[in-house]
């Protein structure tokens, strides 16, 4: 089913700019939102381009935003590899009726070039676009969205949905089941909220949030790698983790998922080679402990074959480890 609500969906290009028509707009109450409170700020895309950031980007979208650091070096890449993995579930809608915007905090460090290469890394396709500016355009964006953090390490890591159209606008986890965030972004369509079920990635869901169960590390699996890594599909954002238990001594293993950039700043070979082959993608720092590592480990040796995706989001298609 088509998303977007009274939205003209015939583009000649992923980024055209959507608009209502009059009879379209009269379906909706007027918008609370506008040009006078977001502004027509301009920003510059990842590719070079410059739009005004309302009239081009927002205006009768529904648009899914958040914020990030290139140079975080811990939660800005995983998040930004969950919303990869949540665009992939979402498939063509993206593009067509919902659009991802990822805006940089650091607009000084992070110009077009810069954000072209990030993208690159986590494969985000038409329908996303990386966005800077001048210090001043982006801290002006950054404010009328309600991000107000003063640092890199206190920044916000939810995601803004909002659908324009109908004046709609709310804040959801990038960090819960993936699953669930795609389908609270469909549901940014009005149509589609009298659905009890719809179909997100080929399954078909009603929504909820699904229980990971107790399985030893798989919860921090579907939660903080399946985003960028397969266990025997091959590369994806990362590398495929089927055999890496043979390809790596566990020890080093353990050491690498507990502390990436320490093992990088020590010159390890084998980090460093990584580091070459993925553009210069670091892991990120996550916290974890060395049982949290063991664990992980544990069940990439006992999901051999399983794809991260299939973890993710098996189980509503009745074809997942909970569906079997």
Not at 112 to 132: D, I, M, Q, S
Not at 144 to 169: F, I, M, Q
Not at 271 to 291: N, V
């Amino acid at each position: 089913m088509s998303i977007g609500a009274g939205l003209a969906l015939a583009f000649c290009d992923p980024f055209s700019i959507s608009s209502l028509s009059p009879r379209e707009e009269s379906r909706f109450p007027q918008r609370m939102w506008s040009a006078d409170y977001f502004t027509n700020t301009p920003v510059v895309t990842h590719d070079g381009k410059e739009f005004r950031f309302y009239e081009d980007l927002i205006k009768g979208k529904i648009v899914v935003v958040n914020f990030i650091y290139t140079s975080c070096r811990d939660v800005c890449s995983l998040a930004t590899a969950r919303l990869a993995q949540v665009r992939e579930m979402l498939g063509d809608r993206v593009g067509r009726d919902i659009f991802f915007y990822s805006i940089t905090l650091d607009p000084a460090l992070d110009g077009p070039e810069v954000l072209k290469k990030y993208a690159a890394n986590f494969h985000t396709g038409p329908g996303w676009l990386f966005l800077t500016g001048t210090p001043e355009n982006i801290s002006t964006i950054r404010q009328k969205l309600g991000e107000r953090s003063k640092s890199l390490g206190d920044h916000r890591n939810d995601v803004l949905l909002g659908n324009d159209a109908t004046g709609e606008w709310g804040r959801d986890s990038i960090f819960a089941d993936a699953e669930h965030l795609a389908h609270n972004i469909v549901r940014m369509d009005r149509r589609e909220r009298d659905t009890p079920t719809m179909k997100v990635a080929g399954a078909i869901t009603g929504g909820a949030p699904r229980s990971l169960g107790h399985v030893p590390g798989r919860a921090l699996f579907v939660k903080a790698c399946a985003a960028c890594h397969k266990i025997g599909d091959g590369k994806h954002i990362g590398p495929d983790l089927a055999g890496v238990t043979a390809r790596r001594p566990r020890d080093w293993l353990v050491r690498f998922i507990v502390s990436p950039g320490k093992m990088i700043g020590e010159g390890d070979p084998t980090a460093l080679a990584l580091l070459a082959e993925y553009r210069g993608l670091r892991m990120p720092e996550l916290g974890l402990t060395e049982k949290d590592a063991e664990d992980v480990i544990t069940y990439i040796e006992t999901n051999a074959g399983k794809t991260g995706d299939q973890d993710v989001i098996g189980a509503a298609a009745g074809n997942g480890p909970e569906g079997k």
